[in-house]
């Protein structure tokens, strides 16, 4: 484990991971190995991969930071969206409203946690109810349809850059990249790292540590947000319960892909890494006709594998080392 919290044993894992899962489904139906699938795949783990790139930072602050609120946060950013377009607000300037929402709702999560001192697992809990709850009010529990909005908005979700999504190339992999850089290349990362270390001797060291860590819900509130637009312009619908299974599903990637839970470790590399494993998955389960009901449990087993392997190796490591 380097100072910067990038473990180079998990990415190597999980890149085994990635291509032993892509084999044993192409075993049972060859045909997903397709160019098609292969998008279809990106798709699904760009949106639920922004929402972990923004988990990665909250619960690398330690303290146990969690956020439980990040599924209803991309779906309250849809109705607001939805609302606005359909009130003939146009779409660039609703999607700024958008975003200027979601950092507000992760600016509530940051004041409940840093100021407030409510548990991060108690105050995210609570606002997922609110989101969820104000979500429903704002759309009158109807999904809010977006098909005959302009076709630049779709482009969001639906649009092509050198034959690959456009939310892959424009939005994701820009969005890995300066998270990636926020973490390892500047000062706040790196006092980040220590808040989750040690924050008694990150205070003593001077460092404001609940701002610190409420930067991060921020930034967390704002990856939601840009998947909830991400996944509205890619379906045209505006869902109010769009994001339901993201809360942990969001967790579990983040923690897959070596972030330790109390803080002080990871990397968005290893999360963006363990969303391309989640992603293959999920859809191999789904291409192959799997129980949905069971999919979850599949992902369980998998992160208390990744565990089981991983910790022996760290011991030996540990051991040559000494």
């Not at 599924?71 to 607001?80: D, K, T, Y």
């Amino acid at each position: 484990m380097h100072a910067s919290g990038f473990d180079r044993t998990r990415p190597l894992l999980l890149a085994a991971m990635a291509v032993l899962a892509l084999a044993g489904f192409a075993i049972g139906h060859p045909d997903i190995l397709s160019g098609a699938n292969f998008d279809s795949m990106a798709v699904f783990g760009v949106e639920i991969g922004m929402i972990a790139l923004g988990q990665t930072l909250v619960i690398s602050g330690g303290d146990s930071g969690i956020d439980l609120s990040v599924g209803a946060i991309a779906g309250l950013a849809q109705v607001v969206l939805g609302r606005l377009l359909h009130a003939d607000v146009a779409w660039p300037l609703a999607v700024a409203v958008t975003l200027g929402a979601g950092l507000g709702l992760g600016a509530i999560n940051a004041l409940a946690v840093t100021w407030l001192r409510i548990a991060p697992i108690i105050a995210t809990l609570a606002t997922l109810f609110g989101y969820a709850g104000l979500a429903l009010v704002l759309s009158g529990g109807t999904n809010i349809d977006l098909t005959q909005q302009s076709s630049w908005f779709l482009a969001l979700g639906q649009g092509r850059v050198l034959g690959l999504p456009f939310q892959l190339i424009a939005l994701y992999l820009p969005l890995l990249a300066m998270f990636a850089f926020l973490q390892h290349g500047t000062g706040y990362g790196r006092a980040l790292y220590l808040t989750g270390t040690n924050d008694r001797a990150a205070a003593l060291a001077g460092l404001r540590v609940g701002r610190l860590r409420g930067a991060a819900y921020v930034l967390c509130g704002l990856t939601a947000t840009i998947a909830g637009i991400v996944g509205a312009a890619r379906l045209g619908t505006a869902r109010p319960d769009a994001g339901m299974n993201d809360n942990l599903i969001s967790i579990a990637i983040v923690v897959l892909g070596g972030t330790g839970i109390f803080g002080g470790t990871g990397s968005v590399v290893g999360t963006a890494l363990a969303t391309v494993v989640i992603a293959i998955v999920d859809y191999g389960l789904s291409y192959n006709d799997f129980n949905p009901i069971y999919q979850a449990g599949v992902i369980g087993v998998i992160l208390i594998g990744v565990i089981l392997v991983e910790n022996p190796v760290l011991a030996w490591r540990a051991r040559r080392f000494k």
